[in-house]
C-alpha cells in the first residue's frame, strides 16, 4: 500500500471505482465527511430560513450523543472485545460527523467548539490505545 493509501484508507476502507481507477476511503471516515457535509447543509438552510441558532449546550448535548455510537464502536474494537464491520464504520462515522456538524453551527465561538471536539479525540484515542495495550499484555 503506498503513502497515499495509507493517510486515506487506514485499515478499513471501502473502494470506489472512477475512471477505471481505484481509491481506497476509510469507512468510518467517510461516513463522517458525508454526515458532517449533510447536517452542515440541512441545518444551515433551515437557520437561514428560520433566523434560529443553536444554543451551544443543545449542540453540545446532541453532537455528543450522535458521535457517542462510533466513540463505542471504535473504543471496543480497539481495545479487542469486538470487530467492527464496514457498514457500522459508515453509519457511525455518518452520525459522528453530523454531530460535529451541528456543534459547528452552536453559538459558540470557534475557538471553543474546535477545544471541545479536540478534547473528545483526544481522550476517545487516549481510552482506546491504554484498552488496547491493557489488553495485550500478558496476564501472569
Not at 467517510?30 to 452542515?40: N, P, Q, T, W
Not at 430560513?49 to 444554543?55: C, E, K, R, T
Not at 464502536?73 to 451541528?102: C, K, P, Y
Request: with cysteine; charged share 15%.
Amino acid at each position: 500500500m503506498g503513502r497515499w493509501d495509507q493517510l486515506l484508507a487506514h485499515r478499513h476502507w471501502i473502494t470506489l471505482h472512477a475512471f477505471g481507477k481505484e481509491l481506497r476511503l476509510c469507512a468510518r471516515c467517510s461516513g463522517v465527511v458525508l454526515g458532517f457535509l449533510s447536517a452542515r447543509t440541512a441545518l444551515w438552510g433551515l437557520s437561514f430560513v428560520l433566523n434560529y441558532a443553536i444554543p451551544f449546550p443543545i449542540g453540545f448535548a446532541a453532537s455528543l450523543l450522535l458521535a457517542l455510537p462510533a466513540i463505542l464502536d471504535w473504543v471496543t474494537q480497539a481495545m479487542g472485545f469486538r470487530e467492527s464491520h464496514n457498514r457500522l464504520r459508515m453509519i457511525t462515522g455518518f452520525l459522528e460527523g453530523a454531530g460535529v456538524g451541528l456543534l459547528s453551527l452552536a453559538e459558540a465561538p470557534a475557538l471553543l467548539r474546535f477545544l471541545v471536539v479536540f478534547t473528545i479525540n483526544v481522550g476517545v484515542l487516549g481510552l482506546g490505545h491504554v484498552g488496547r495495550r491493557f489488553r495485550t499484555q500478558p496476564v501472569p
